[in-house]
């Protein structure tokens, strides 16, 4: 058969594939043109889908990119929440509810380790008075929060140590308080599904929990209410229940000075736990608690994995507004993520919390100053970064102060430190000229040492150092890239 040709182009098989049939009819004619306009319209799409997303990847290209390095608990997240208050406050209010079972949970996190504290004590001491019998707990068998973990172990010693502090009446508010440790778990599940470690919270990047906790609570406004023992009941409001049920408890258990003897000879400083709200409960164990800017500064959600923020700064002229911060998990099983956005960021925020006095969680032989030297001095000597501006934040100097203050000595922490004034300012200064050192010796190429003393749980403050680190990031930048 022979292929009908186009009059135009007789030998292009394209157009002779397309020409109408001979001996159409109507309703094939009909047919055959809906098809072409349905294979146009597709084809369009497709370019414009293709179009969009090379905006995008031009836009990303574009975009500055930050990412925020340092060890577990030196305020990464805090500083991204600070970003986020700053520039995209309408995002920030937003989010708001969805941080308020955070701190409920870290709240209960806090008076868990109480109970531990006070059981540890009770197992290894015992009571300071004879008491009754209670119907199923022993001293021996009647474990009611498990063992404790941590640096509490009895300071054997002298006699004041192993006093016998506690009595029947802590017993009875230990009991009382106890549903909370399953409670909570059972919460931590419901809220953050699937955590690496279900007594902690934390947050797996790209889960964006914060929408799922929203979507939580929208299922809660439109279910009619249920018992409060149902299992699938629980959502935000659970957290909320739990404390106002148990408010009394807590903070008859923190007024106590007798549980604030224990704690302090088991060496458990509840004051220095992340997410520390115990001294708020009466504003927090409350219907209808609204979290504070405050607040969510102060809560703790512990990041693993690595989580990608998209800000489009609301106000930054056109064309600058658009960032990307990368908050990366700090424990160091999770370091090795890190590397892998080395080679597309302008800038590193290093986040080095002054807290001479406190070690790793994850192994607490390791002094956690010690610990931000050794990645600074990684960090600074990266080929792969030697363009890349980094920004030192000295941080957590609210805590520094609180430490000094208390009496603590930097040289019995850090040898070298030796007998220069235990001050603010001296400490400050040293452990700058530390940090300052490191880089300049260890940077493949001279770059300009930017450093910043900050308390990240001050929004007032924080903020105004970020706008400057901004317009910083964004000057180098643009020196650096082919932005302009
Ligand atoms: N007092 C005080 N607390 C701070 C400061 N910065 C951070 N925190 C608190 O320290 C805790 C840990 O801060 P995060 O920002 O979660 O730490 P992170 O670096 O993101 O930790 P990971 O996610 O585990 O890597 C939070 O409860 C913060 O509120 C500070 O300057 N002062
Ligand atoms: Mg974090």
């Given at each position: 058969m022979k292929a009908i040709s186009n009059p135009r182009w007789p030998d292009d098989p394209f157009a002779a594939a397309l020409m109408p049939p001979p001996k159409e009819t109507e309703g094939e004619r009909v047919k055959r043109v809906q098809e072409q306009e349905e294979a146009a319209r597709i084809s369009r799409e497709i370019d414009e889908g293709l179009l969009e997303t090379k905006k995008l990847i031009e836009r990303r290209r574009k975009a500055t990119k930050v990412l925020l390095l340092g060890q577990a608990e030196s305020g990464k997240s805090t500083t991204l929440k600070n970003f986020q208050l700053s520039f995209c406050p309408s995002q920030f209010k937003q989010e708001r509810t969805a941080w308020r079972s955070v701190i409920q949970l870290n709240l209960i996190k806090s008076v868990r380790r109480i109970l531990q504290v006070i059981q540890d004590d009770w197992d290894h001491i015992g009571p300071a008075k004879p008491i009754s019998p209670i119907p199923g707990f022993s001293r021996q068998s009647g474990s009611l929060v498990g063992p404790s973990s941590g640096?509490?172990?009895?300071?054997?010693?002298?006699?004041?140590?192993?006093?016998?502090?506690?009595?029947?009446?802590?017993?009875?508010?230990?009991?009382?308080?106890?549903?909370?440790?399953?409670?909570?778990?059972?919460?931590?599940?419901?809220?953050?599904?699937?955590?690496?470690d279900p007594k902690e919270v934390s947050v797996r990047g790209g889960t964006n929990w914060k929408s799922y906790i929203a979507k939580l609570g929208k299922e809660r406004d439109?279910?009619?209410?249920?018992?409060?023992?149902?299992?699938?009941?629980?959502?935000?409001e659970e957290g909320t229940h739990i404390l106002v049920t148990f408010k009394e408890d807590i903070i008859a258990l923190w007024n106590d000075p007798a549980v604030h003897r224990v704690l302090k000879r088991r060496g458990c400083n509840i004051r220095d736990m992340s997410g520390f709200f115990l001294d708020d409960v009466r504003r927090i164990a409350v219907q209808n608690y609204e979290p504070s800017d405050q607040d969510i500064m102060k809560a703790r959600l512990?990041?693993?994995?690595?989580?990608?923020?998209?800000?489009?700064?609301?106000?930054?002229?056109?064309?600058?507004?658009?960032?990307?911060?990368?908050?990366?998990?700090?424990?160091?099983?999770?370091?090795?993520?890190?590397?892998?956005?080395?080679?597309?960021?302008?800038?590193?925020?290093?986040?080095?919390?002054?807290?001479?006095?406190?070690?790793?969680?994850?192994?607490?032989?390791?002094?956690?100053?010690?610990?931000s030297i050794m990645i600074w001095k990684a960090i600074c000597s990266n080929k792969l970064?030697?363009?890349?501006?980094?920004?030192?934040?000295?941080?957590?100097?609210?805590?520094?102060?609180?430490?000094?203050?208390?009496?603590?000595?930097?040289?019995?922490?850090?040898?070298?430190?030796?007998?220069?004034?235990?001050?603010?300012?001296?400490?400050?200064?040293y452990f700058r000229e530390k940090f300052r050192t490191y880089h300049k010796k260890l940077s493949p190429k001279p770059r300009t040492f930017f450093w910043h003393e900050t308390s990240v749980i001050d929004t007032d403050a924080t903020g105004a150092i970020l706008f400057g680190v901004r317009e910083g990031i964004l000057r180098y930048h643009l020196s650096k890239s082919d932005v302009i």
């Amino acid at each position: 058969m022979k292929a009908i040709s186009n009059p135009r182009w007789p030998d292009d098989p394209f157009a002779a594939a397309l020409m109408p049939p001979p001996k159409e009819t109507e309703g094939e004619r009909v047919k055959r043109v809906q098809e072409q306009e349905e294979a146009a319209r597709i084809s369009r799409e497709i370019d414009e889908g293709l179009l969009e997303t090379k905006k995008l990847i031009e836009r990303r290209r574009k975009a500055t990119k930050v990412l925020l390095l340092g060890q577990a608990e030196s305020g990464k997240s805090t500083t991204l929440k600070n970003f986020q208050l700053s520039f995209c406050p309408s995002q920030f209010k937003q989010e708001r509810t969805a941080w308020r079972s955070v701190i409920q949970l870290n709240l209960i996190k806090s008076v868990r380790r109480i109970l531990q504290v006070i059981q540890d004590d009770w197992d290894h001491i015992g009571p300071a008075k004879p008491i009754s019998p209670i119907p199923g707990f022993s001293r021996q068998s009647g474990s009611l929060v498990g063992p404790s973990s941590g640096p509490n172990s009895p300071k054997t010693g002298d006699k004041e140590d192993r006093e016998p502090i506690l009595t029947d009446a802590h017993r009875r508010l230990l009991m009382r308080l106890s549903p909370l440790v399953s409670m909570e778990e059972n919460l931590v599940n419901k809220l953050f599904p699937h955590p690496p470690d279900p007594k902690e919270v934390s947050v797996r990047g790209g889960t964006n929990w914060k929408s799922y906790i929203a979507k939580l609570g929208k299922e809660r406004d439109q279910k009619p209410i249920r018992p409060r023992s149902s299992q699938s009941s629980a959502s935000q409001e659970e957290g909320t229940h739990i404390l106002v049920t148990f408010k009394e408890d807590i903070i008859a258990l923190w007024n106590d000075p007798a549980v604030h003897r224990v704690l302090k000879r088991r060496g458990c400083n509840i004051r220095d736990m992340s997410g520390f709200f115990l001294d708020d409960v009466r504003r927090i164990a409350v219907q209808n608690y609204e979290p504070s800017d405050q607040d969510i500064m102060k809560a703790r959600l512990k990041t693993v994995g690595v989580e990608e923020y998209h800000f489009v700064m609301e106000t930054v002229s056109e064309g600058n507004g658009d960032w990307y911060i990368y908050d990366v998990g700090g424990s160091r099983n999770l370091r090795s993520q890190w590397a892998s956005f080395f080679d597309d960021v302008q800038a590193i925020i290093f986040l080095a919390p002054l807290t001479f006095n406190l070690n790793l969680e994850e192994d607490p032989t390791i002094n956690r100053i010690e610990d931000s030297i050794m990645i600074w001095k990684a960090i600074c000597s990266n080929k792969l970064l030697e363009r890349t501006a980094i920004i030192l934040f000295l941080n957590k100097m609210d805590v520094l102060a609180t430490a000094l203050e208390s009496g603590l000595r930097v040289k019995d922490y850090v040898i070298s430190y030796g007998d220069s004034p235990n001050d603010v300012p001296s400490v400050t200064k040293y452990f700058r000229e530390k940090f300052r050192t490191y880089h300049k010796k260890l940077s493949p190429k001279p770059r300009t040492f930017f450093w910043h003393e900050t308390s990240v749980i001050d929004t007032d403050a924080t903020g105004a150092i970020l706008f400057g680190v901004r317009e910083g990031i964004l000057r180098y930048h643009l020196s650096k890239s082919d932005v302009i």
